[in-house]
């Protein structure tokens, strides 16, 4: 990234170095699902936010899909203490 | 996180039969982002954020990440990036760009599919919950991404 300032960096404060930035956006870049771990991609600040913002969107988009199947679910099935057994056990 | 979520679930199924589909996939849905919330606690500026969003129960209804709003005509002269990112994070508005960066990461990690912080701590995100109850219920292979992410995930 160059020394060029873009609007969305008007809001920092002045004692922000571009490595914490940098830093910060590499984190970021890693939790996006395009993020391979070991290859340092060179990816413009502008390009991170923007696929964070669409990976958010589906996110939601996910958890509202979810919401809709499992409200159908419990309608029909019972998450009794069988199936919450197996669910903890899985993930605790 | 779980233990909640479960235990939501529960709840909202007992009243299946009285309950409509939309009504409980709603309570559901806040079910979901209460976990998070509670998961990261105090901790976060969006967990904090989606706590209050929570507990402030008025006559309308509590505005969650995901609820379709009215679009508003806009004139785009320049996209800013980091202004539509606080829309979408909890407590984003306001919020300083090196903030912003930081709680989105920690936001996403709870929440989405990549979660390879969460899994030193032995937690998944929302997504693998919901969808780990979902294939526990049903049975696979009835979703049969999720149910290769989730074994990957475990595995």
Same mark, same amino acid.
């Given at each position: 990234?160059?020394?060029?300032?873009?609007? *969305?960096?008007?809001?920092?404060?002045?004692?922000?170095?571009?490595?914490?930035?940098?830093?910060?956006?590499?984190? =970021?870049?890693?939790?996006?699902?395009?993020?391979?771990?070991?290859?340092?991609?060179?990816?413009?600040?502008?390009?991170?936010?923007?696929?964070?913002? *669409?990976?958010?969107?589906?996110?939601?988009?996910?958890?509202?899909?979810?919401?809709?199947? =499992? #409200? /159908? %679910?419990?309608?029909?099935?019972?998450?009794?203490?069988? /199936?919450?057994?197996?669910i903890r *056990?899985l993930l605790m | 996180m779980a233990a909640r979520f479960l235990?939501?679930?529960?709840?909202?199924?007992?009243?299946?039969?009285?309950?409509?589909?939309?009504?409980?996939?709603?309570?559901?849905?806040?079910?979901?982002?209460?976990s998070?919330?509670?998961s990261?606690?105090?901790?976060?500026?969006?967990?904090?954020?989606?706590?209050?969003?929570?507990?402030?129960?008025?006559?309308?209804?509590?505005? %969650?990440?995901?609820?379709?709003?009215?679009?508003?005509?806009?004139?785009?002269?320049?996209?800013?990036?980091?202004?539509?990112?606080?829309?979408?994070?909890?407590?984003?508005?306001?919020?300083?760009?090196?903030?912003? %960066?930081?709680?989105?990461?920690?936001?996403?990690?709870? #929440?989405?599919?990549?979660?390879?912080?969460?899994?030193?701590?032995?937690e998944g995100?929302? =997504?693998?919950l919901?969808?780990l109850?979902?294939?526990?219920?049903?049975?696979?292979?009835?979703?049969?991404?999720?149910?290769? #992410?989730? #074994?990957?995930?475990?595995?």
């Amino acid at each position: 990234m160059s020394g060029r300032r873009s609007r *969305s960096r008007q809001s920092i404060s002045p004692g922000i170095t571009d490595e914490q930035i940098n830093d910060l956006m590499a984190k =970021l870049q890693a939790v996006l699902p395009e993020a391979r771990p070991g290859i340092n991609h060179r990816v413009s600040a502008a390009r991170v936010l923007q696929e964070t913002c *669409s990976y958010l969107r589906s996110l939601h988009r996910e958890v509202d899909d979810l919401s809709e199947r =499992l #409200s /159908e %679910l419990l309608a029909m099935a019972d998450i009794g203490g069988a /199936e919450a057994a197996i669910i903890r *056990s899985l993930l605790m | 996180m779980a233990a909640r979520f479960l235990r939501c679930l529960s709840r909202i199924q007992q009243t299946a039969s009285s309950s409509s589909v939309a009504s409980r996939s709603r309570r559901i849905r806040r079910a979901a982002y209460a976990s998070m919330a509670y998961s990261a606690g105090h901790r976060r500026a969006w967990s904090r954020a989606l706590l209050r969003k929570l507990r402030c129960r008025r006559a309308r209804p509590v505005f %969650l990440p995901g609820r379709p709003r009215i679009a508003r005509p806009r004139v785009v002269v320049e996209i800013d990036r980091a202004e539509v990112l606080r829309e979408l994070v909890p407590g984003g508005a306001g919020m300083d760009y090196c903030r912003l %960066l930081g709680e989105t990461a920690d936001y996403i990690s709870l #929440s989405g599919w990549g979660d390879e912080r969460r899994k030193k701590e032995e937690e998944g995100s929302v =997504l693998h919950l919901a969808g780990l109850v979902v294939v526990v219920v049903v049975g696979p292979p009835t979703m049969p991404g999720m149910v290769v #992410s989730c #074994s990957q995930r475990l595995g």
